[in-house]
């Protein structure tokens, strides 16, 4: 089958601006989007009541429903909510708990969902997956893509400058992730799909270089349209490999040997750092090093209040966290005192 004829649709709307949520009436008014059907929004508990103040002029009939967490539960919850009333499309709007609860709750319900991101954390905007806790911890839940993707300028000047920054971390690790998608095929055969692999790598190179910061609507636009660009590779791949790979290996063992450590985009910055340190890529290493120095994230395993031991217990983990996934780390297949001598060696080069 051709290559293009596999690609799944793009977003009919991709937005980055200011106040993007209080023109949501707008978007909603298109009728690829909704037509005569009710709509409902989702929002988060944190910053529900501000949203439902700046949509309520364009969306006084629709309802609003409140997030509690970024559970299982809550997307099943949501679901049902959703099938009862019949709605015709369902917004997300907040950071990435509510926006992948909402897509898993669309799903359930078998409507369109838009996106609307106040938050630049990671690459879950429109990506096909998403990641929810449950009682056995936290897993990936296969979802299709959003419809249409908003991102406000104004809310992501508002939060949390780490949270924003880790975006940064999370699409930086592409470049690790298609080296182990690359390594698989060569290795094991495994298909590779070039175009996803495009798009994974124009989201990152995008960022990596650059000098200006989270302060520049310049850049946050940049950051935006790469985290968006990084989503869509998962969904033209049919996976996550495009965008995962020993590096979120690393960061899926963090979450489950150290629970509430750092988060998303900061543990996979570190891991696409080391990652590309065993690879012995001095190059690569030295600019994503410099990246997530000059965006303030952190590098070695102290930065995250994790000892080098800690450290090296998770990457001794980190194959198991991903089964049948082939990447630096199953290729070289390290015992635990090489694990130790290596992050060891890591730590003493780029430790400050």
């Known amino acids: 089958m051709p290559l293009l004829a596999r690609m799944l649709p793009a977003p009919l709307t991709m937005d980055v601006r200011r106040g993007a949520v209080a023109q949501l009436g707008a978007l909603l008014a298109d009728s690829r989007v909704a037509t005569s059907g009710r709509v409902a929004v989702a929002v988060g508990m944190g910053q529900g009541d501000h949203i439902e103040s700046l949509i309520a002029p364009t969306l006084g009939e629709a309802e609003v429903f409140r997030v509690a967490d970024g559970s299982v539960d809550a997307a099943v919850s949501l679901g049902a909510d959703l099938r009862k009333a019949a709605f015709e499309v369902v917004v997300g709007v907040g950071g990435g708990k509510t926006i ?10 078998g409507i369109p ?3 609307v991101a106040t938050n630049l954390s990671h690459d879950g905007i429109c990506s096909p997956t998403a ?5 056995g ?35 930086v690790s ?31 190179e995008a960022l990596v270089g650059r000098t200006d910061s989270i302060e520049s609507d310049a850049f946050l636009t940049v950051l935006a349209e790469s985290l968006i660009l990084s ?21 899926h063992a963090v979450d489950q040997l150290f629970p509430g450590t750092s988060n998303h985009g900061e543990l996979a910055g570190i891991g696409a750092a080391f990652c ?37 217990e998770v990457v001794a983990l980190a194959p198991a966290t991903r089964p049948g996934r082939y990447t630096i780390l199953e290729h070289l297949r390290m015992q635990d005192s090489e694990i130790r001598d290596r992050v060891g060696d890591y730590v003493r080069a780029f430790g400050s």
């Open 231 to 251: 989503g869509m590779s998962m969904v033209v791949a049919g996976s996550s490999r495009p965008a995962s790979g020993g590096d979120h290996e690393i960061l």
């Open 113 to 115: 969902m838009v996106a």
């Open 131 to 135: 990641s929810l806790v449950y009682e």
């Open 137 to 171: 911890g936290k897993g990936s839940f296969g979802v299709p893509m959003p419809l249409a993707i908003l991102v406000d300028l104004d809310f992501v000047h508002n939060a949390p400058e780490s949270l924003v920054r880790a975006g940064v971390g999370d699409v």
């Open 276 to 312: 590309f340190f065993l690879r012995q890529d001095d190059a690569r290493v030295k600019q994503v090093v410099d990246c997530l120095r000059r965006h303030e994230l952190p590098v070695v395993p102290g930065d995250i209040g994790l000892s080098a031991e800690q450290f090296a």
């Open 174 to 204: 592409n470049l690790s992730a298609i080296e182990d998608w690359q390594l698989g095929n060569v290795e094991r055969g495994e298909p590779i799909d070039g175009l996803a692999c495009s798009m994974s790598r124009t989201a990152a």
């Open 100 to 109: 992948d609860v909402t897509k898993y709750a669309a799903s359930l319900a």
